[in-house]
């Protein structure tokens, strides 16, 4: 399936059914993109989702088949922090097993930061480089408070605070 | 004076603080500090609203967070998170989506009670209606059942 197809078929299951997330017209949808694309990560949360809200005429045990799709979204995304977040919520909340959603939301969280770790990086310097100074100077500074240890970080937001210097944004001490 | 303020904030936390579900709820929790009565200067949610929610007055609370933000005192986002919290309080376990009374820990005791009712139970160690593993699974479905409903980010 070309990735236009697929997420055609996506923007398809999502809006059927009135949109509502448990209807039974785009439950349909969702499970048959999912068999036909079963790495297809963005499909096997929103139908993870919908599973846990169907309509009574979607199926007596519609949470089983809910932890399968959630289960496969981590497995097939590498355990990625999106799908690992969605499986903690469903066991937390549907399966009631605290001991078991805390390491995925430990994991997730880690993920996450690194992600976000790198994200900020890379702004604060494509800030600079635009000279969009200010806002590398905001982005810097809170990348700072959360991420006091990374020398990645530390070392953009010293450039933006340089750059600001240079152009007479900030004080000379203040660097 | 000061005691009295203390107890009322830590209180108004403790309801507040049982749960930020969706994305929409970005509170601001430095801003729960008891500086002065009625106070919450800048864009801070004021000791006051959250006293006022703890103890169950939404409407008064709801009057504060629309005077508030209209005065310049509260942000949008802030009100808005505010105000979905005091809807999710009022709501029933019963009325939860059909689906999600299905699960197998599902409390229906508690159908009939609100989130703030069940909060206000397991705050006051009240046993009498549901155990405290029954009070913790309606209190977790209330909270969390809306973020299904939600965009994924």
């Given at each position: 399936m070309s990735p236009e197809e697929l997420l055609a078929r996506l923007r398809a299951a999502r809006e059927a059914g009135g949109g509502k997330p448990g209807a039974l017209e785009r439950l349909r949808l969702h499970r048959e993109l999912a068999s036909a694309a079963p790495a297809f990560v963005p499909n096997l949360l929103e139908l993870g989702r919908g599973l846990q809200l169907a309509e009574p005429a979607a199926g007596e045990d519609t949470f089983t088949e809910a932890e399968a799709v959630l289960r496969q979204a981590v497995e097939v995304s590498e355990r990625s922090a999106r799908a690992l977040v969605e499986l903690a919520y469903f066991l937390h909340m549907v399966r009631d097993a605290p001991q078991e959603t805390e390491p995925l939301l430990e994991e997730a969280s880690g993920k996450a930061l690194r992600l976000l770790e790198d994200a900020w990086t890379g702004l604060v310097n494509v800030l600079v480089e635009q000279g969009k100074l200010q806002r590398a100077l905001e982005v810097g500074d809170r990348a700072r408070q959360l991420f006091p240890d990374s020398v990645r970080i530390a070392m953009a937001s010293e450039a933006a605070r340089s750059a600001a210097v240079r152009e007479g944004l900030l004080p000379p001490e203040s660097q | 004076m000061l005691p009295r303020r203390l107890v009322t904030s830590a209180l108004a936390l403790l309801v507040l603080l049982g749960g930020c579900t969706g994305a929409s709820e970005q509170l601001r929790w430095e801003g729960a500090e008891p500086v002065e009565e009625g106070g919450g200067g800048g864009d801070s949610v004021s000791p006051r609203i959250l006293a006022l929610i703890a103890r169950g007055q939404f409407a008064e609370a709801q009057v504060l967070i629309h005077e508030s933000v209209k005065g310049g005192l509260m942000s949008q986002a802030t009100a808005t998170g505010l105000l979905a919290r005091i809807q999710l309080l009022n709501t029933k376990l019963g009325e939860i989506p059909a689906r999600l009374q299905r699960v197998a820990s599902f409390p229906a005791v508690l159908k009939d009670y609100t989130l703030h009712q069940i909060l206000l139970f397991l705050e006051q160690r009240?046993?009498?209606?549901?155990?405290q593993a029954q009070l913790m699974t309606a209190k977790k479905l209330i909270e969390q059942s809306p973020r299904l409903m939600e965009k994924i980010p």
């Open positions: - | 009240d046993y009498s209606v549901a155990t």
